[in-house]
């Protein structure tokens, strides 16, 4: 039934009312969300502006975030800053601005956010990465370096080594010598994972169908994964945050029963390898260590140490194939100094300089972690006049870093000849006096940088050294690899694919075949 004349005379006003009423109430609200929306502006008594940056703020960057970082330093400069949600970040884009902020002013810029999904809900505030600058980070790193100071890593290199052949010989048997293509992902994350496992646990997994591998390189792949800037969604029960607490117990269970394992062996009197499990329980008391501490500094060696590792291997196999003449060069380099008789060892690293070249130039090209692990300010500080408040969240940004054309001319150009005659480890370039003449970033930089150095750098080079020194390593006609598209958010390693790797000898089946897989008593 229509309504009569009156009556729409009468309803008119107040529908009219009622919509600028809503006009109103819409409009005030966009009006008190303007300030959630646009960045916000902040200078300090002395008029010091934060720096500069783009105008909205954000929840979360586009995939890939280190190209738009890329990008808007090129129009903010070398440090600019963005606001994720209501969080300050400043994103550091020159060498030289990252040496004085994180190297230089260390005791300011080198503690850790703590409401991130990663250091709250899985890391529970411990495992050194995700402690702030105190006490308990200095404890903790330095039972950690216990096993990763480089006179350590000398104490078990045989080991690494031992990992490293029984990578090749599974790579060569999995692809009937040669003959079939091989996806190298999990052989490679084996030896990582192995190598971490031997550290944290004196103990390894000794069958490549071990379900422990999959599943440890599964929660690393999901630890890379689950990134989380903006604080308030922390509040909220999202997806993100069920996968964080799912993660943290996941990593209790599967390593607090490895822990428990050496803990009966040792009270049971079994001599239990040097490892940090066994260095944890025997100063859990002395040292005031939680059950949490224990598990989450062995959970990080796992975490930290196994895709970091494996992704520059698998990016090293991935780009290598598009490079012949690079590899070819690689293998005179070889045969001249190292011939085919023997490996080439940790002690021939010096005598191959070309091959020192391309691991550098594969860590500058394919950083595993493009923005390191974010570092957080303790106190308020002026930067060349800009203000950079207490509580400031700082990226390093490796991408740009690795990118800067005076540095490294034609970066985007793979090209292992810029390193030659860097005759030193990254350890030692991080601490040249001239920012310069740094290597790289990959390591992260200051008081955090990764105390995993010198055991990442020896796993790599015997890995990529005799990985050349075996194969030939070729593309699959038909299956382009791509080397820009990438898996995990915080840590990155190339999407799935597949290689031919041809043995470059006769009797590399033979001396592959000489060691057998130890099985080590756990
Ligand atoms: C190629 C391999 C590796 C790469 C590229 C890498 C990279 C990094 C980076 C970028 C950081 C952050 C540094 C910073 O905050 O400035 C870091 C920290 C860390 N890394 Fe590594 N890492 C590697 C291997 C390892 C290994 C093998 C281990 C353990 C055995 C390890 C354990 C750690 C730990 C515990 C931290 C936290 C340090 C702290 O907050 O004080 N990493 N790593």
């Not at 598209?485 to 999407?495: A, D, I, K, Q, V």
């Amino acid at each position: 039934m229509s309504a009569s004349v009156p009556e729409l005379l009468f309803i008119q006003p107040s529908l009219t009312l009622a919509k600028a009423v809503l006009s109103l109430l819409v409009g005030g609200l966009l009006l008190s969300l303007l300030p959630y929306l646009f960045r916000k502006h902040l200078e300090d008594k002395d008029g010091h502006t934060i720096p500069p940056g783009p105008l909205l703020r954000y929840a979360c960057l586009r995939k890939y975030p280190e190209r738009t970082l890329y990008a808007w330093a090129k129009k903010y400069g070398p440090l600019f800053s963005v606001w994720m949600g209501d969080q300050l970040f400043v994103v550091i884009s020159d060498p030289q601005v990252a040496r004085d902020l994180l190297v230089t002013n260390g005791a300011i810029f080198s503690s850790r956010k703590q409401y991130f999904i990663k250091n709250q809900v899985i890391l529970r505030g411990r495992a050194i990465t995700a402690s702030p600058y105190d006490d308990k980070w200095r404890q903790h790193r330095r039972i950690a370096m216990q096993l990763l100071a480089p006179k350590a890593v000398q104490g078990y290199a045989h080991l690494l080594d031992y990992e490293n052949r029984i990578m090749l010989r599974s790579l060569f048997n999995e692809t009937n010598q040669g003959t079939l293509p091989i996806d190298p992902a999990h052989y490679v994350g084996r030896f990582a994972f192995n190598n971490m496992l031997t550290l944290s646990f004196g103990t390894r997994t000794d069958t490549a169908t071990d379900p422990l591998v999959e599943k440890a390189i599964l929660m690393a792949m999901e630890f890379m994964d689950l990134t989380d800037f903006v604080e308030p969604l922390q509040k909220i029960p999202t997806y993100t945050r069920y996968r964080g607490y799912k993660l943290h117990d996941d990593l209790v269970e599967v390593y607090g029963a490895m822990i428990l394992r050496v803990k009966a062996r040792m009270d049971a009197g079994e001599d239990v390898p040097d490892c940090l499990a066994k260095t944890l329980l025997e100063h859990q008391e002395k040292e005031n260590l939680d059950w949490e501490d224990v598990c989450m500094l062995t959970a990080v060696f796992t975490l930290g140490g196994v895709h970091s590792v494996s992704g520059i291997i698998l990016w090293f196999l991935a780009l290598i194939p598009s490079h012949p003449e690079i590899q070819a060069r690689a293998h005179e380099e070889l045969d001249r100094v190292v011939g085919r008789e023997n490996w080439p060892t940790a002690e021939d690293e010096h005598h191959l300089p070309y091959i020192r070249a391309i691991i550098k130039e594969v860590q500058r090209v394919h950083t595993p972690q493009w923005m390191a692990t974010p570092h957080c300010s303790s106190e308020d500080f002026v930067f060349n006049g800009m203000y950079i408040p207490k509580g400031t969240v700082l990226i390093l940004n490796c991408y740009s870093l690795h990118h800067n054309e005076e540095r490294y001319p034609d970066s985007f150009a793979f090209n292992p000849d810029r390193y030659l005659g860097d005759d030193l480890s990254c350890a030692e370039s991080a601490k040249l006096p001239d920012v310069m003449q740094r290597d790289h970033w990959t390591f992260g930089a200051g008081r955090r940088i990764c105390p995993g150095l010198a055991v990442a750098e020896r796993e790599l080079w015997l890995a990529i050294s005799c990985l050349l020194w075996s194969f030939t390593i070729h593309e699959i006609p038909g299956e382009p690899i791509s080397l820009e598209e990438y898996e995990g958010s915080s840590g990155r390693t190339p999407l799935p694919y597949r290689v031919k790797l041809v043995p470059r000898h006769g009797h590399l089946g033979s001396i592959l075949t000489d060691e057998e897989e130890k099985t080590i008593k756990f």
